[in-house]
Each structure stands twice: as structure tokens, then as C-alpha cells.
């Protein structure tokens, strides 16, 4: 694991927000409860440089973010100097989730079993993870010829989640793999050209009326 990656953003300093060096944050977890209770963390303003501690001496939620007073900055000159940083936390003081939860980042590299199939079969390797927000996320995942599909994760599906053996075990009901396949570059075209005829026909339709 590589430094950065040891690290979790909780959120990204945008502007000042008042006269004693307070500043608004863009939340980037998703218990934004816990500031409330946070008094050391650390900030780090620029991704090739060690993070530096900070004490929190208040926070507040504020319209979908957050409003933090951190030691030693006192004023508006002093906050406009930490547009963009970004508020992070070590990756062992996450939040912890319920036994059937895992966080995004531990998804991606898992391979993905079908219980469902003969054998077992490997539908492939979680790449990315697509979040939705009226539906569910969905995994990316890519198949050993490169296949790709895009699987809701949904608890009705999953049977376990093993982070240390990198596996996730779902259920997936019949045909979901072909319906939730992103078009082929054949079918874009395919698409496209019924899209223009359909136009065309149109058209003509038109110029007889």
C-alpha cells in the first residue's frame, strides 16, 4: 500500500466562512455526523506531501457541508490559504460498517463470483464502482476477455463479502449479465444508424404532408 493510499479524504476545504478563520468543506464521507465529534485530524494540501495534524476546535454541518475552526487560523487571510486542501484521516480510523458493508475503495480489485453459475464461475474483476443516487451503485467489472458488465450491488444479491480473500459471492439472477453489458461498439453503430433512418423517414413523412 503506497502512502497516499493509506490516507481517507473526509473532506475538501472550498472557501473561508467567517471572520475567525473558519472555513466550509465539502463533505467527502458518507457520516458527516462524526465531525461533530472530531478534534484531531490531519490536512493535507497538496497530494505529493505528508499530511500535517490539526486539532478541530469546532464544526458544524451547514447546508450539505461542513464548517470547521482548526487551530491556529484566525482569520479570513489565514483560511483562504487552505482553499483545497483536504481534510483526512488515517485509513484504520474509518468509520466501521455492518458485516455486509464495505467501503468503495475495498471493492475495487475483488473478483466477483456468481453463485448462481455452474461451478461457481468467475464473472470477473471489480475495476470501478459507479454510484447512482436514486438507485443503486453499480459494480464495473471486467471479465478475463475483457467482457465488461455493470452489476447493481444490491444486498437481495450478495451472499458475502470477503476482503481478505478479495471475493465478493452475489447471486445474480438469470440474463442479468447480457442486460446490464454497456453496447458494443457494433451495437452503438447499429443504434445510431436505426436513430438517423428513423430521422430520414421522418423527414420525408414531413415533405408529403
Not at 102 to 119: K, R, T, V
Not at 171 to 176: A, I, K, S, Y
Request: aromatic share 4%.
Amino acid at each position: 500500500m503506497t502512502d497516499a493510499e493509506s490516507w481517507v479524504s473526509v473532506a475538501r476545504v472550498l472557501r473561508p466562512q467567517g471572520r475567525r478563520g473558519e472555513v466550509l468543506a465539502e463533505i467527502l464521507t458518507d457520516f458527516p455526523e462524526r465531525f461533530t465529534q472530531m478534534r484531531e485530524a490531519f490536512l493535507r494540501r497538496n497530494n505529493s506531501l505528508a499530511p500535517t495534524p490539526i486539532f478541530i476546535e469546532e464544526a458544524w454541518l451547514h447546508k450539505g457541508r461542513v464548517v470547521l475552526k482548526l487551530a491556529k487560523v484566525d482569520s479570513i487571510s489565514d483560511a483562504e490559504l487552505l482553499r483545497g486542501a483536504e481534510v483526512v484521516i488515517p485509513m484504520e480510523a474509518r468509520m466501521r460498517l455492518e458485516e455486509d458493508a464495505a467501503y468503495i475503495s475495498e471493492l475495487i480489485g475483488c473478483e466477483l463470483i456468481d453463485l448462481n453459475q455452474p461451478d461457481r464461475a468467475v464473472v470477473g474483476i471489480v475495476r470501478d464502482v459507479m454510484q447512482q443516487e436514486k438507485t443503486a451503485d453499480l459494480l464495473v467489472v471486467t471479465g478475463s476477455d475483457g467482457t465488461e458488465h455493470w452489476i447493481p450491488f444490491v444486498k437481495a444479491y450478495l451472499e458475502r463479502i470477503d476482503l481478505p480473500g478479495r471475493r465478493l459471492e452475489m447471486h445474480l439472477p438469470v440474463g442479468l449479465l447480457e442486460v446490464n453489458a454497456p453496447l458494443s461498439d457494433e451495437e452503438r453503430q447499429e443504434q445510431q444508424n436505426e436513430a438517423e433512418a428513423a430521422l430520414l423517414e421522418n423527414s420525408e413523412e414531413d415533405s408529403l404532408q
